[in-house]
């Protein structure tokens, strides 16, 4: 066995809580073993003009294994999020089979272990097979390592369920996610249900659909008490009415994705699937709204939602493609396009709040300092690069950013102290 | 232009200049041999994904009567039985050596998305709720050529009767008649109308009696009847009270009002009188003047250079 070789990051900027300041940063195994001047290692890795932070950690990623290998796999989808400067993903449980039992979750989980380049956090279903009606055994699962549950990709329709469901996951420390759409509005809808959908003449997803669920369940988390993480808000209306409950003091988290702060319904005018997501692109008002939400704490995270389908169900007709968009890629350098914000904000958003939802806090969004585990992400704002489809490491090509110039870029990812993204390269 | 397949894509002017051109196409088809060599070589494929006669025989007569070929597809006997995706039939009709698609879909952008697959002209002919462009270049060409003034539909008030929502017919026509300096009055029940309809350029009336005396023309849209059963939106009777055409409104149209519907007519439902009874209908002139206009569009697209007259033997 080879001697252990120490990696110098130098010459960046580290983001920590309480500090940004100028520091060489030495990793040695899995560790960080020093943060100081002129650091000598036996790798360098070039960190000028660059910050160095705890690794992002993403709410909300669809691997699609098991069941949809042919859109994306454990490994295509890790490489990904390390590209992305990620260090951990939560893996969404609307798998084939669903995360709703012990057998699949540890599967995905060792499949995270197997590609070892990032980790691989599986979630858990609300209710069994996503069906909106048993509940599924949320301490069975959290002995398992899960923290989060989710039927993601529809809400729990049913009152009842969910507030038994909220019960439970009390009882088992653990958060639930909701997506949050009444399905009974939004039957068939194709994007946001305003002037250029009634233009374009498909059916629309309404803005209500999602606030009526987002106020049903605050008033379901001031009624049990257990913690609730809302996914992807999208509206205007659901930003305000999360803000006002974090003021009543609910323990609620919020997150929204890079795409709900950059891009327009108006994209649709192409009727390209590519634009076509759940919840939809909304308007410019709904943007100002989120981005005033991500900039006073209303919204703890960004999450991606990525969300790869195959190229050919995106070749359908608009009404019959699946929705979705890639983002792992993408992420950092489309919120620092559509937003100026500093880089603590940038950390916090993307890895110190969402470890701390997902509970992966021991490992993950941690500070720069000695004895840290060494998941660090060296990332730049300034770097102008163009988004094309064939270069991305995801197996489907589903992303609605190609051809676009973007502004902020990663340089290197470090997964338990080896190196696996190295000056925008996967190293494996 | 290289496709055709939204009036948002049309100037005035360029519509304008398509209706001068279908006064061209008029002329040829009111000839003893209603048919010029101006397309000869090239071929036409009519890929009909959702059923329809008059639009795809008005198409093919257009392209027979420039002397193309006419290559005919329709989904219901075809491959896409067996699962064949939209882009392998187009992809596949286009290595036949085709030089324009006439598309019909029932999924509004299926003509637009078709474009990335072919090097080949696109002619939208109905896709979903969104656009029926000729539809709407016919309909203006009966109008103004109704009304004499071929450049304008300044002072005219056209009422556009039944349910907006659903219509691709309607999406194109308000977009070109108020273009064209039209008002454009819409009749129908709130939940027929779509959501945004105040970022249109148009009024609303809540039943044709409101508006029936002194419209220039009445356009009368065809009632699904699923539609209503689908969506529970209002009673039939309830419609047909407020919304159908009797005898006793045909009888307050104004003498110089038109009387127009795309097809196919509900007699019963929102036609409850007989149209061939009402001086002012126009619905048989508009599917004549249907080829003419898809004549001129499909010559539009595939003519080449030589200058439209002329090719057109319009010395003949």
């Known amino acids: ?428 | 232009m290289k496709h055709f397949l939204s009036t948002h894509d049309l100037s005035v002017d360029e519509i304008v200049q398509l209706l001068e051109l279908a006064d061209h196409m008029a002329e040829i088809n009111s000839r003893a041999v209603p048919k010029v060599p101006a397309l000869r070589g090239k071929t036409i494929a009519s890929v009909f994904f959702e059923d329809s006669t008059r639009t795809r025989l008005s198409f093919e007569t257009a392209a027979k009567r420039l002397s193309a070929e006419v290559m005919t597809f329709s989904a219901s006997t075809s491959s896409v039985n067996k699962g064949e995706s939209l882009r392998d039939t187009i992809e596949t009709l286009g290595a036949m050596g085709v030089h324009a698609f006439v598309v019909r879909h029932k999924s509004s952008g299926v003509p637009k998305q078709i474009t990335q697959w072919t090097n080949a002209a696109v002619v939208n002919a109905g896709d979903g709720w969104h656009q029926h462009p000729t539809q709407a270049m016919l309909d203006a060409y009966t109008i103004t050529r109704n009304f004499g003034d071929k450049e304008s539909m300044a002072g005219r008030t056209i009422a556009i009767v039944g349910d907006i929502k659903h219509s691709r017919v309607a999406r194109s026509n308000i977009d070109v008649f108020t273009r064209m300096g039209a008002t454009v009055v819409l009749v129908a029940p709130d939940a027929l109308l779509p959501s945004s309809i105040e970022t249109w350029n148009v009024s609303t009336a809540s039943s044709i009696d409101e508006v029936v005396g002194h419209v220039d023309v009445l356009y009368m849209l065809r009632m699904q009847r699923e539609r209503m059963d689908e969506s529970l939106i209002i009673s039939m009777k309830e419609y047909t009270d407020l919304y159908a055409l009797t005898e006793k409104r045909a009888a307050r149209l104004a003498p110089h009002a038109l009387l127009m519907h795309p097809g196919p007519i509900n007699r019963g439902v929102e036609m409850q009188v007989d149209p061939s009874e009402v001086p002012g209908s126009r619905i048989l002139q508009q599917v004549a003047n249907g080829i003419s206009v898809r004549m001129a569009v499909l010559f539009s697209l595939l003519g080449g250079e030589i200058s439209p007259v002329a090719s057109l033997g319009g010395d003949a």
């Open chain 1, 1 to 428: 066995m080879s001697e252990t070789k120490s990696i110098v990051i130098r010459g960046a900027t580290v983001v920590n809580p309480d500090a940004v300041f100028e520091a060489d940063v030495r990793v040695v195994g899995a560790l960080i073993d020093a943060v100081g001047d002129a650091l000598e290692g036996d790798i360098v890795l070039e960190g000028k003009g660059c910050y160095v932070s705890s690794g992002f950690v993403d709410l909300h990623t669809h691997l699609r294994e098991p069941g949809k290998e042919e859109a994306e796999t454990i490994e295509s989808g890790s490489r990904a999020a390390a590209l992305g400067g990620y260090t951990a993903v939560v893996a969404m449980p609307n798998t084939d089979p669903a995360q709703d039992n012990v057998a699949t979750v540890r599967f995905v989980r060792e499949q995270g272990i197997k590609a070892n380049l990032c980790e691989v956090m599986p979630s858990g279903c609300i209710t069994v097979g996503r069906l909106g009606a048993e509940l599924v055994s949320y301490s069975g699962l959290a002995d398992e390592g899960v923290t989060l549950f989710t039927d993601d990709g529809s809400g729990v329709q049913d009152e009842d369920t969910m507030k038994r469901a909220l019960v439970s996951a009390r009882l088992a420390n653990v958060t639930l996610a909701q997506h949050c759409e009444v399905s009974s509005l939004t039957n068939g809808a194709v994007m946001h249900d305003g002037a250029c959908c009634s233009s374009l003449g498909v059916p629309g997803w309404p803005a209500l659909a999602e606030e009526q669920m987002v106020q049903r369940d605050i008033d379901l988390v001031r009624a049990t008490g257990a913690k609730m993480h809302f996914l992807h808000l999208s509206t205007q209306g659901s930003v305000q009415l999360v803000r006002d409950a974090k003021a009543e003091g609910l323990p609620i988290t919020a997150e929204v994705t890079p795409h709900h702060l950059s891009l327009l319904d108006e994209l649709l005018t192409s009727f390209d699937p590519n634009f076509k997501v759940n919840p939809p692109l909304r308007t410019a008002a709904d943007i100002t709204a989120l981005k005033d939400g991500v900039l006073d704490g209303t919204i703890d995270a960004i999450a991606t939602d990525h969300a790869p389908h195959a190229g050919h169900t995106k070749e359908q007709p608009l009404d019959q493609a699946p929705p979705g968009m890639l983002g792992l890629e993408t992420a950092l350098a489309v919120v620092n396009t559509a937003m100026e914000l500093d880089a603590r904000k940038i950390v916090e958003l993307m890895s110190w709040n969402p470890a701390r939802i997902a509970g992966l806090d021991m490992r993950h969004g941690r500070a720069i300092a000695v004895g840290e585990p060494a998941n660090i992400c060296v990332w730049n704002t300034a770097e102008v690069w163009e988004v094309s489809r064939e270069g991305l490491a995801s197996k489907s090509k589903n992303t609605p950013y190609h051809g676009m110039n973007v502004r902020g870029r990663v340089r290197h990812t470090l997964f338990n102290g080896q190196i696996v993204v190295n000056e925008g390269k996967a190293t494996r």
